[in-house]
C-alpha cells in the first residue's frame, strides 16, 4: 500500500507528538496503571495484560495490549462461556470508563498504534474489506478516532469503516485535536460505550458479507 501525508502535520510531526503524549500519560498515570494492575490480578486472576493480535499500518498484525475485563470460566464441555457470563462488574466498569485501553499507550510507544486513527478490527475481517475500505490500514491505527466518535460500535459497519477512510484522507492536527475533545467528553459521559457484545448487535464483518476467514 501507497499514502501520501495529506500535511506536514502528519508527515512530521504526528508520530512524534504520539510518543511524547504517550510518554508523557504513562508517567503520569504510572499509578492508576499500577492500582488497576493490581486489581484486575485480584479481582480477574492472571494475566493481568489481556494480548490479542490486530492488523495495523500495511496490515502488519501486532499484539494489542488492554487489561484483561473477563473471567476464563467455562462450562462442563471446557468451553469458554458468553462475554456475558464471563463478564464481572469490575470488569463492566473498566470498559465503560476505558480504563482498560490505558495499555495501550505502550502500544502506541512501540509503533504499533497512533493516539489517534482507525481503530484496529479483527484480524479475520481483512478478507472483507472492499479496496476503499483497505485503505484504513495506510495509517496506524489509534486508540481512538473519527468513527469512535461519532457512535462507535452503533454505527454500522458501511458507516464505520467509511469514516475510518475518510480520516486517512485528510489527518490535520485541528481535526485530530477535535477528535481528541470529543473522545474525553465521551469517556466522562460513558456516551455510546457497550461494556459486553451482547450490548450491540453488529455481527462479524466477515460473516456479514460472506467471505472465508483469512488464516492468522
Known amino acids: 500500500m501507497s499514502h501520501t501525508p495529506y500535511g506536514p502535520y502528519e508527515k512530521y510531526i ?6 511524547a503524549l504517550a510518554a508523557c500519560a504513562l508517567l503520569l498515570l504510572s499509578p492508576v496503571i499500577g492500582v488497576i494492575a493490581l486489581l484486575v490480578r485480584i479481582k480477574l486472576g492472571a494475566p493481568v495484560i489481556f494480548h490479542q493480535r490486530r492488523p495495523g499500518r500495511n496490515e502488519r498484525v501486532f499484539n494489542l495490549c488492554k487489561f484483561r475485563t473477563m473471567t476464563d470460566a467455562r462450562d462442563a464441555a ?16 473498566l470498559r465503560e470508563t476505558s480504563l482498560d485501553e490505558l495499555p495501550e499507550l505502550w502500544n502506541v510507544l512501540k509503533g504499533d498504534m497512533s493516539l ?20 484504513r490500514h495506510d495509517v496506524r491505527p489509534g486508540i481512538t478516532g473519527l ?12 458507516r464505520r469503516l467509511e469514516l ?4 486517512t484522507e485528510r489527518i490535520t492536527f485541528r481535526g485530530d485535536l477535535k477528535i481528541l475533545a470529543m473522545t474525553l467528553w465521551k469517556v466522562v459521559r460513558k456516551e455510546d460505550v457497550a461494556s459486553s457484545t451482547e450490548e450491540i448487535d453488529e455481527g462479524c464483518l466477515d460473516e456479514i458479507r460472506g467471505v472465508a476467514r483469512k488464516n492468522e
Do not use: H, M
Not at 14 to 19: A, E, F, G, N, Q
Not at 116 to 131: E, K
Open 147 to 158: 468513527a469512535q466518535v461519532n457512535g462507535r460500535n452503533f454505527l454500522s459497519w458501511d
Open 116 to 135: 489517534i486513527g482507525p481503530r484496529p478490527l479483527l484480524v479475520q475481517y481483512l478478507p472483507a474489506y472492499t479496496a476503499r475500505e483497505r485503505r
Open 78 to 93: 471446557g468451553a469458554l462461556l458468553s462475554d456475558s457470563e464471563r463478564l464481572t462488574p469490575f470488569g463492566r466498569k
Open 14 to 19: 504526528k508520530r512524534p507528538l504520539d510518543c
Open 164 to 167: 475510518d477512510v475518510e480520516y
